[in-house]
């Protein structure tokens, strides 16, 4: 058992020069924070609405409706951090 926890995101594909290209984003945390890290994305928009920002109704991927710099600092205070290999 252990108390670290993470998010491991791999993304493939052709660059815009039509080379191929991979690119790996983790979210890594500590100190049992790991369940934490799906909460994000709801803490921004959640913050959001709080603020009058008027956000599509209905269920979707949240893709384009906040930052990754939102997300994280989302998460202030807790043990995770982002790393991009």
């Known amino acids: 058992?252990?108390?670290k926890g993470g998010m491991f995101v791999t993304m493939e594909g052709a660059a815009r020069n039509?080379?191929?290209?991979?690119i790996k984003w983790n979210v890594i945390a500590g100190h049992n924070h790991g369940p934490f890290i799906p909460c994000g994305?709801?803490?921004v928009l959640a913050n959001k609405i709080a603020d009058g920002v008027k956000l599509p109704a209905g269920a979707m991927p949240?893709?384009?409706l906040l930052s990754v710099a939102e997300y994280i600092d989302a998460?202030?205070?807790?043990d995770v951090k982002e790393v991009i290999e």
């Open 75 to 78: 998460l202030q205070g807790l």
């Open 41 to 43: 994305a709801s803490i």
């Open 18 to 22: 039509g080379q191929s290209r991979t």
């Open 1 to 3: 058992m252990s108390d």
């Open 62 to 64: 949240c893709m384009g």
